[in-house]
């Protein structure tokens, strides 16, 4: 099955658990790879058609084409982030000043008049 790039942003503190992900998936295809080879070799041993077998075989192929793109996103990934954090861990720890501000100053506000004749209930 053809694949696409698809870029996309994440917190710095997210990559790990995305990486993670991407491994369960691998896991879980190799797993999925392995009981269908199994079942092609159980399938040889009692001799059923030579079509299921392949087909198990294809199936079992497929399997190990999605574990091996998963393990490559999640190098690509990790490589990735450990260029960030190396990058991080490089910048000179330099405190933030805010940004001077635009326009003129800020007008100083005359306080209102107060109306001494009203009584205060």
């Known amino acids: 099955m053809p694949r696409v790039t ?4 994440a917190e710095l503190e997210e990559v790990p ?3 993670s992900r991407l491994f369960e998936d691998a896991v879980e295809s190799l797993k999925e790879a392995h009981l269908l080879a199994r079942d092609a070799q159980r399938g ?10 392949l087909e198990l075989v294809e199936d079992s192929r ?3 084409i999605k574990a091996d ?9 990790l490589n990735g982030f450990e260029s960030a954090m190396q990058s991080i861990d490089q ?5 933030f000043e805010p ?3 635009q326009g003129p100053p800020p007008q100083p506000v ?3 008049p107060v109306d001494e004749s009203v009584e205060e209930q």
């Open 6 to 9: 698809i870029k996309y942003t």
């Open 17 to 19: 658990d995305i990486i």
């Open 44 to 53: 040889a041993e009692n001799r059923t058609r030579a079509n299921d077998i």
């Open 62 to 64: 497929h399997q190990l």
């Open 69 to 77: 793109q998963a393990f490559q996103d999640a190098a690509d990934l």
């Open 91 to 95: 910048q000179p720890n330099v405190p």
């Open 99 to 101: 940004p001077p501000p």
């Open 110 to 112: 005359e306080p209102l």
